[in-house]
């Protein structure tokens, strides 16, 4: 992992919704979302669906591969509902995640699916607290 200063991770990952699945996929994304919002050391989620082509995007920030591996150990009976109804189609790192947390995506990915990582350049973060959003 490089220093405390380029840790932060971006994952987006691009889901395809399964058939007669878009409201249970819905049911199970808002209560992973709620999870994660309440126990989960994620500083943002995001997930938005096009219907039209039954995809959902799903944006997490972490601040290190630590938080990653915190929301591992919690969320993973949440992220077993989500998987019933879609597939990862996409899922991509922005930022350099320790050996352990990429190897540990590509694990759960499977060999149909390689991760992509993109090393962070510079940037900053203005996010609202959770009352203005």
Not at 52 to 72: I, T
């Amino acid at each position: 992992m490089t220093d405390s200063r380029n840790a932060v991770l971006l994952f987006r990952n691009t889901m395809r919704i399964a058939d007669g699945h878009l409201e249970s996929f819905r049911d199970a994304i808002a209560q992973a979302v709620a999870f994660a919002e309440q126990y989960g050391p994620q500083l943002m989620v995001q997930t938005f669906v096009d219907e039209e082509r039954m995809l959902a995007h799903s944006f997490q920030l972490y601040q290190d591969s630590d938080a990653v591996r915190v929301h591992w150990k919690l969320t993973d009976p949440y992220i077993q509902e989500v998987m019933k109804h879609c597939r990862v189609e996409r899922f991509e790192v922005f930022g350099e995640p320790d050996a352990d947390v990429a190897a540990g995506l590509r694990s759960a990915l499977g060999e149909q699916l390689e991760p992509t990582f993109s090393p962070r350049i510079a940037g900053f973060a203005r996010l609202p607290s959770a009352s203005e959003a």
